[in-house]
């Protein structure tokens, strides 16, 4: 399975500020996903980051709140802008679909646990 | 749209004894099935999925799980707890190129 690996591991951020999170994976994948945890809760899909093209967000998460860029199969990044206290989550990133040979899993990263304060 | 419960959000067995987490999901297609595990403050595992190949999937670390068509469910088991399996552990069913997570189920192993 590829290596992820995210940064900041963990940060502390003040109220109306923005933080990016880098995801970098060890090799070429054709999805990347982003996902919110919030204390205690289970995962939740942001978006959809798309290669070459603006991500596809689920319901309930903008753009304007988390941009997206993926410029490369290895990397991604998401903003988290303008914060809160409610955005103090974990944030993993995932990947599914190696290139050349796909596969039909997603395997995550370690995690952003980011708090506002 | 697919969707998953996972009955129980905290389960507690004691050391060597069986383990069963429970997860029953709904689809409207043949269904893939994974099951994940999250340690204190670290990312998500794949422990093992299931792809419409044998109904009984082994996974990592001596889990398990039985895919039941007929009564929708996926429960992961082991047969004998060991204090490293304390941790959180999420039933998910793929669709659409999406994931579709339960609630989780904490578990927590006694001495």
């Known amino acids: 399975s590829a290596v992820i690996s995210q940064k900041p591991s963990r940060d502390i951020c003040q109220r109306g500020t923005s933080l990016t999170i880098q995801c970098q994976v060890d090799?070429?994948?054709?999805?990347m996903f982003w996902y919110r945890q919030q204390p205690g809760q289970s995962l939740t899909l942001i978006a959809t980051a798309n290669q070459g093209s603006e991500a596809t967000y689920e319901s309930g998460f903008v753009i304007d709140k988390f941009p997206i860029s993926r410029p490369n199969l290895t990397f991604s990044t998401l903003t988290v802008s303008n914060m809160s206290p409610e955005d103090s989550s974990i944030y993993l990133c995932?990947?599914?679909?190696?290139?050349?040979?796909?596969?039909?899993?997603?395997?995550f990263g370690p995690g952003t646990r980011l708090t506002v304060l | 749209a697919q969707s998953v419960t996972q009955l129980g959000s905290h389960v507690s067995v004691s050391e060597g004894a069986l383990v069963l987490l429970r997860c029953n999901y709904s689809?409207?297609?043949?269904?893939?099935l994974f099951w994940y595990v999250q340690y204190p403050n670290q990312g998500l595992q794949l422990l093992l999925k299931?792809?419409?190949?044998?109904?009984l999937v082994k996974g990592i670390n001596g889990f398990e799980a039985e895919f039941k068509k007929s009564e929708t469910s996926f429960h992961l088991t082991k047969p004998s707890a060991h204090m490293s399996d304390a941790a959180e552990y999420f039933c998910?069913?793929?669709?659409?190129?999406?994931?579709?997570f339960g609630q989780g189920t904490r578990l927590t192993i006694n001495p």
């Open positions: 995932s990947v599914e679909g190696g290139v050349p040979v796909h596969t039909d899993t997603q395997y």
């Open positions: 998910a069913v793929s669709g659409a190129q999406k994931l579709v």
């Open positions: 689809s409207s297609v043949p269904p893939y």
């Open positions: 299931y792809t419409s190949a044998a109904t």
């Open positions: 090799s070429q994948v054709t999805m």
